[in-house]
């Protein structure tokens, strides 16, 4: 089975540095999920902090109060801080992949009309990720989540 470990360093400096977030999530479709393996090397996980984000996002920038997401899978490559999965939000299809080592992740949510994208970062008081294994994590404002940004784009891979 091939290491995508390579693949997945690009990815991480293409998340950092590229200024169009379609970009990005072409590169990740065209070097990691479009290849024949690649799911088979991940294992299922929970997030919470993943789960967090995509809550936030859905507030601050949809505009909604009620959030519902379903169908999150997430899985985590071995050997690798990324992980990445499909989710459902009030109903849209979306996909994440999420670097734990730099917190930093992209998020895409397709509306149907056009697919939104949202690059984020977060970061945890004093740098103390175990809070994030908390069972208050879910119901409180702990540490920071910036949107750096947002785009939207008419369509995407």
């Known amino acids: 089975m091939k290491s995508y470990k390579k693949e997945i360093e ?20 065209d070097n990691l999920v479009e290849t024949p393996d690649f799911m088979d090397q991940g294992k299922v996980v929970k997030n919470r902090l993943i789960k967090k984000n995509l809550q936030l996002i859905a507030k601050a920038r949809l505009n909604v109060d009620k959030v519902e997401i379903t169908h999150l899978l997430l899985r985590k490559i071995k050997g690798t801080p990324l992980i990445h999965g499909p989710f459902f939000l009030n109903g849209l299809m979306g996909m994440v992949f999420y670097f734990e080592d730099i917190k930093m992740g992209l998020f895409s949510l397709n509306t149907g009309a056009e697919t939104l994208f949202f690059r984020i970062t977060t970061t945890v008081p004093d740098g103390d990720d175990s809070v994030l294994e908390s069972d208050e994590f879910e119901n409180s404002e702990i540490g920071e989540i910036k949107l750096i940004a947002s785009q939207k784009s008419k369509s995407v891979h």
Do not use: A, Q, S
Not at 11 to 24: A, C, E, Q, R, S
């Open 10 to 29: 690009e990815l991480k400096n293409v998340l950092m540095t590229y200024d169009d977030f379609g970009d990005i999530f072409n590169f990740f479709f």
